[in-house]
T-cell receptor, first 114, second 114 residues
Framework: DGGITQSPKYLFRKEGQNVTLSCEQN?????MYWYRQDPGQGLRLIYY???????QKGDIAEGYSVSREKKESFPLTVTSAQKNPTAFYLC?????????????FGPGTRLTVL | GENVEQHPSTLSVQEGDSAVIKCTYS??????FPWYKQELGKRPQLIID???NVGEKKDQRIAVTLNKTAKHFSLHITETQPEDSAVYFC?????????????WGAGTKLIIKP
């Protein structure tokens, strides 16, 4: 299952703290994505990036921030402005960004707010 | 924008029987429809996809059908086995859209009874 990795696997945050989730890929993919997964719901897109130094908001970007300084890295910061951050976070990448490309997922990070 | 509805939310079938999961979409311009499987505690993985220029695609025990007129597509699993137990997600996207993103269904939990 190599290719795209996420760390940490589990993360605990106190209210009011910012935390950063790591996502790295060695697939030479142009596009990367962050999703949030809650029980009984599908994957909801937080942010995506089609190319280095560029990214776009998804459906639920409020309270999150990202950067894409390197092709292989797309870290997600969950800020204190995110009111309900406890969830499972999945990072994905695809070879292109025009649609119709398989998305490869990382193993996920489970974030819990204490 | 695109909206994808998936039914049923839970499906329980006897081992060896067939399972069918259905999704409907709203955007008639959507032209790529993947299906992902997520086993418990693991990452989603693409199992089959279909593009709007074909009506059916098969890969061993799984098949996907697409009805563009009715705007729905379905996943068919024949001769179900215990390892088919998982959550299945459908998705839809418009290929080539500069604001492309996959819109996901809410998922179907498939339970294979021994």
């Amino acid at each position: 299952d190599g290719g795209i990795t996420q760390s940490p696997k589990y993360l605990f945050r106190k209210e009011g703290q910012n935390v950063t989730l790591s996502c790295e890929q060695n697939l030479n993919h142009d596009a990367m994505y962050w999703y949030r997964q809650d029980p009984g719901q599908g994957l909801r897109l937080i942010y995506y990036s089609q190319i280095v130094n560029d990214f776009q908001k998804g459906d639920i970007a409020e309270g999150y921030s990202v950067s894409r300084e390197k092709k292989e890295s797309f870290p997600l910061t969950v800020t204190s402005a995110q009111k309900n951050p406890t969830a499972f976070y999945l990072c994905a990448s695809s070879i292109g960004s025009s649609g119709g490309d398989e998305q490869f997922f990382g193993p996920g990070t489970r974030l819990t707010v204490l | 924008g695109e909206n994808v509805e998936q039914h049923p939310s839970t499906l329980s079938v006897q081992e060896g029987d067939s399972a069918v999961i259905k999704c409907t979409y709203s955007d008639s311009a959507s032209n790529y429809f993947p299906w992902y499987k997520q086993e418990l505690g693991k990452r989603p993985q693409l199992i089959i996809d279909i593009r709007s220029n074909v009506g059916e695609k098969k890969d061993q025990r799984i098949a996907v059908t697409l009805n563009k007129t009715a705007k729905h597509f379905s996943l068919h699993i024949t001769e179900t086995q215990p390892e088919d137990s998982a959550v299945y997600f459908c998705a839809a996207t418009t290929n080539g859209d500069s604001n492309y993103q996959l819109i996901w269904g809410a998922g179907t939990k498939l339970i294979i009874k021994p």
